[in-house]
């Protein structure tokens, strides 16, 4: 479907946002015009289809957040699907910390956060540097394969902490190679937005006795399955 067709009266009308959300996230999206001529942030092709492939996309994460949850890490936040935008919609409720170990990437992020006043934390660094602390909500869209994105997540997990994962047409591989070295609730929710993805609601993280980093090993031989 082209942008045309599903814009941002769209997505308003499929989310409830206000017209002041609608507005800053205007904003952003006009930003990841902007610099994506310049830093190939994501697809161009993508563009086409932004407030579908991209925002709603992200923004259906919104609901499944627990009404309890004060915090949320993004891994591998990228230009900013899903973290930013549900900073925005979760605005004033949860704190949201967005992770990318891409220097323009993370200029990106502040720049849109500072243009849709929108206080978010960036880290700039590589996953397997950031010392470990306990997030209520783990995210991530086109990061990793689910076996070493469960070895980035247990860095950010605590005991009742709970993962939302975008995943793609590869999800039932995906999940197999992760049981064998972790242990992990899961539940899998149709994507609204990608007819073959699914979001993958995983709690109670925890390795197996093997030691976790042969699931990252494992997984850097899977696709990721999903492209921003």
């Known amino acids: 479907m082209p942008d045309a067709a599903f814009g941002p009266q769209e997505f308003a009308a499929a ?3 206000s017209r002041e959300t609608l507005s800053r996230l205007v904003r952003y999206a006009d930003l990841l015009r902007d610099w994506n001529e ?3 942030l994501v697809s161009p092709k993508s563009l086409e289809n932004l407030w579908q492939r991209h925002f709603l996309d992200s ?3 919104a609901p499944l957040v627990p009404d309890q949850a004060e915090t ?4 591998g936040s990228g230009a900013g699907f899903p973290g930013l ?5 979760l605005r004033n409720r949860v704190r949201v910390t967005l992770h990318d170990a891409t220097a323009k990437k993370c200029a990106f992020l502040a720049t849109a956060a500072q243009a849709m006043d929108l206080p978010v934390t960036i880290e700039n660094r590589r996953m397997e540097e950031i010392p470990a602390k306990a997030f209520d909500v783990i995210t991530a869209r086109a990061c990793a394969p ?5 070895g980035y997540a247990q860095n950010f997990a605590g005991p009742g902490s709970v993962c939302l994962f975008l995943k793609g047409q590869n999800v039932g591989s995906e999940l197999t190679e992760a049981h064998k070295c972790w242990k992990i609730r899961a539940r899998q929710i149709p994507s609204l937005t990608d007819p073959s993805g699914v ?3 995983l709690r109670d993280l ?3 006795d093997r030691n976790p980093q042969e699931a990252s090993r494992a997984g850097r031989r899977q696709s990721k399955g999903r492209r921003r």
């Not at 935008?85 to 919609?89: H, K, N, Y």
């Not at 689910?146 to 469960?150: E, I, Y």
């Open 38 to 40: 310049r830093h190939n």
């Open 146 to 150: 689910l076996p070493k994105l469960l």
């Open 85 to 89: 935008v549900l900073a925005e919609l």
């Open 199 to 201: 979001i993958l609601e």
């Open 72 to 75: 949320l890490a993004d891994l």
């Open 59 to 61: 923004a259906q994460l």
């Open 15 to 17: 989310t409830g946002v």
């Open 206 to 208: 925890s390795p197996h």
